[in-house]
């Protein structure tokens, strides 16, 4: 089963940048590295693991691992044995959340919106190639990790990430379709770039966006943009459902106009 609660950045590191910028600090930048080591981990990671994934050598990557546990953002795993992210990471989760104005205005919205749907609200927002979940307002049917935010999904296939795409010039969507990956995460999930930017096409005249079975078997997800500006998209709302409950047609005429106004209120408030 391919992990589909985590999609990496496009952007490899600037090497060149880093090396040409005055004011670049590469320390920090190699401690960012080491605690980006986690991303895909399973579990417990030993220093050899955190070197190897953050690209340095052991002797680097042993001073930033005891540098960060010192501070908290990195602990040791059960019984003294690996590392694992530290808890005070979640301080800076929460500054990113309560300062960002996107995720300030939308949450009363979302909540109402919750209530009246009564399935699945998500916010995410724009990173590249990736939405990353800001708020997770959950139905009766969720896992694990459908409830923890920071998990972050490709823009290609998922409801809200073409609901983004469709408020970009097609020229930029053309280029994120060219740089990003196109793993078929079910059988259903379109891969060929013209069938997506046809569809990326629908979304832009209809207003939403509409996903079924494409990342998630089982899943219909309906997306809406929320843009600051044309052509500047920040993220969208998603609401998802279960086609053993709904049909297509029926999601759709029910979900969409609401959907449609709650993202038009945020976008009015920022």
Known sequence: MREVFRADPISPPNNQAEEGDPL??????????????????????????IASRAGMDRSAAQ???????????LRRGPND???????????????VLRLDPVVQKATPVLLELRKTVRERVDLSLFD?????????????????????VGHSVPLFCTAGGRAVLSALPDARVAQILEQAPLTAYTGQTLTDGDAIMARVADARADGFAVVTDEFIQGEIAIGVAIARAPGEPLGAIHV?????????????????????????AITESL
């Open 128 to 148: 590249e190639a990736r939405l990353i979940y800001a708020l997770r307002m959950q139905s009766k049917r969720e896992t694990f990790f459908a409830t923890l």
């Open 63 to 73: 001073r930033i691992t005891h540098t960060l546990m010192v501070l908290g953002y």
């Open 240 to 264: 998802a459902g279960s086609l053993a409950e709904w049909s297509r047609e029926t999601f759709v005429a029910k979900i969409a106009p609401l959907a449609i106004e709650a993202a038009n």
């Open 24 to 49: 670049f600090v590469r320390a920090a930048a190699r401690a960012m590295h080491v605690l980006s080591a986690f991303n895909h981990a399973s579990g417990p990671l030993s220093l050899s693991e």
């Open 81 to 95: 044995r690996g590392y694992l992210p530290g808890v005070r990471l979640l301080d800076r989760t929460l500054d």
